[in-house]
């Protein structure tokens, strides 16, 4: 069984959030909120609202599946719609900036041993 849970529009850079998802790859669920509860980095938080998501998506399909039967199989960060800005500069001139936005999807299934 695998559920794929998708979070979009986080207005975090996609750059700042690929660091953090490298260590989440084909680990127990519990492990990553652990990670994600104790790492001091900021763009954490949403990454571990997207883990407490995925949980209850499994429950809306199996009532009796715990979070320790669950595994991240996929989770991956994309570009979404950037936001362009002014910024005063000297000498009267504006200069244009982007603030880039985030589309996180993760994809959590039951590990292999539990489906038996």
Not at 24 to 53: G, V
Request: proline share 5%.
């Amino acid at each position: 069984m695998q559920v794929t849970v998708h979070y979009n529009k986080l207005l975090i850079a996609p750059r700042k959030i690929r660091a953090v998802l490298g260590q989440l790859r084909h680990t127990s669920i519990p492990m990553a909120l652990a990670q994600m509860k104790n790492s001091p980095r900021t763009t954490t938080e949403p990454i571990y609202k997207l883990l407490l998501a995925s949980i209850s998506a499994a429950r809306d399909r199996d009532p009796a599946i715990r979070p320790e039967e669950l595994r991240v199989q996929e989770i991956f960060c994309n570009e979404a719609r950037r936001l362009y800005r002014t910024r005063i500069k000297s000498r009267g001139r504006a200069g244009r900036f982007a603030k880039r936005g985030s589309h996180l999807t993760l994809v959590v299934e039951r590990t292999q041993k539990d489906q038996e």
